[in-house]
């Protein structure tokens, strides 16, 4: 079974850019997708965006001009990057395994964006 | 764009059946996916491709999805199944619904 790690800042000032990586351990990240959803708090569930075989990418048009989501097969890990953040962008971001459908979930990193 | 419609909240008492429902204009023509969330915790997939339960999901947990609106019937509520959850689609971006809270009470 695939298993999924954040790691991260939990604190963003404003304006400046929100890194997350997600480690992966149980299978290779060399095939298949991988997502970032988001949660603010007391809210529902976000797509950030996926990346999959060929290091093709689809993010939620919402937040396209602004995400980046790339992938390291060496470290069996991938990474999203968000600029110009705000406080709207404060939430738990989780990564996952699978596009449509999300298999397998990280267990979140909260992250505040603040001064 | 393209938005899946949850009810906010739904009751239902031990050992009822609970019917939670997700609707959309192009549901009918994708695949739906459903999650559990508990309090605290990340979302588990439940239901993916309409109706098929990943392995460890119990089978009171099944999907259907027809016209407009997909569906996830659990059988024989238990008090362990209060969570919220999300349906889920694609539409060239993964798309998810509100968001059911479920109440077993």
């Known amino acids: 079974q695939v298993q999924l790690q954040e790691s991260g800042p939990g604190l963003v000032k404003p304006s400046q850019t929100l890194s997350l990586t997600c480690s992966v351990s149980?299978?290779?990240?060399?095939?298949?997708?991988w997502s970032w959803i988001r949660q603010p708090a007391g809210k529902g569930l976000e797509w950030v965006g996926l990346?999959?075989?060929?290091?093709?990418?689809n993010y939620d048009p919402s937040l396209k001009s602004r995400v980046t989501i790339s992938i390291d097969t060496s470290m069996n890990q991938f990474s999203l990057h968000l600029t110009s953040v705000t406080a709207a962008d404060t939430a738990v971001y989780y990564c996952?395994?699978?596009?449509?459908?999300?298999?397998?979930w990280g267990q979140g990193i909260l992250v505040t964006v603040s001064s | 764009s393209y938005d899946l419609t949850q009810p906010p909240s739904l009751s239902v008492s031990p050992g009822q059946t609970a019917s939670l429902t997700c609707s959309g204009d192009?549901?009918?023509?994708?695949?739906t996916s459903w999650y559990q969330q508990k309090p605290g915790q990340s979302p588990v997939l439940v239901i993916y491709?309409?109706?098929k339960r990943p392995s460890g999901i119990p089978d009171r947990f099944s999907g259907s999805n027809s016209g407009n609106t997909a569906t996830l019937t659990i059988d024989g509520t238990q008090a362990m199944d209060e969570a919220d959850y999300y349906c889920?689609?694609?539409?060239?971006?993964?798309?998810f619904g509100g968001g059911t809270k479920l109440t077993v009470l």
């Open positions: 491709q309409n109706t």
């Open positions: 996952g395994s699978g596009g449509s459908p999300i298999d397998y």
């Open positions: 990346i999959y075989t060929g290091k093709g990418t």
């Open positions: 149980g299978g290779s990240i060399s095939s298949g997708y």
């Open positions: 192009k549901l009918g023509d994708t695949y």
């Open positions: 889920q689609a694609w539409d060239n971006r993964v798309i």
